[in-house]
């Protein structure tokens, strides 16, 4: 059971970025998944959630807006697309899965979450 997120890199401000998630030994079609991030120095933090049953999202407050999660249960993926990046965007960004789908209160925590990602690098810089 893998998860590998991926499509970091560095991009100027109001600028985007598409991260993936690649699931493999197992059917992501069941999963809900949570996008987390972690900045230097800062515990890591919830930035979205889509479920596995009608594709139901939420997302921080912070990124509410500027971010969409998606999904491709046929390639086994999910996305993670990031408009308008702010310099406070940049950190280590982790996709998870945990079998859905999770209740609201629980969605953007790490807790409920079995399955991670390694971590895909972020930077917003000019």
């Known amino acids: 059971v893998q998860l590998q997120a991926s499509g970091g890199g560095l991009v100027q401000p109001g600028g985007s970025l598409r991260l993936s998630c690649k699931a493999s030994?197992?059917?992501?079609?069941?999963?809900?998944i949570g996008w987390f991030r972690q900045a230097p120095g800062k515990e890591r933090e919830g930035v979205s959630y889509i479920s596995d049953v009608d594709q139901t999202t939420y997302y921080s407050n912070f990124v509410k807006g500027r971010f969409t999660a998606s999904r491709d249960d046929a390639k086994n993926m999910a996305f993670l697309q990031m408009d308008n990046l702010e310099p406070e965007d940049t950190a280590v960004y982790y996709c998870?899965?945990?079998?859905?789908?999770?209740?609201?209160?629980?969605?953007?925590?790490?807790?409920?979450?079995?399955?991670w990602g390694q971590g895909t690098q972020v930077t917003v810089s000019s």
């Open positions: 030994g197992f059917t992501l079609e069941y999963f809900a």
């Open positions: 998870a899965a945990e079998l859905g789908p999770l209740d609201s209160d629980y969605a953007l925590k790490q807790d409920p979450y079995d399955y």
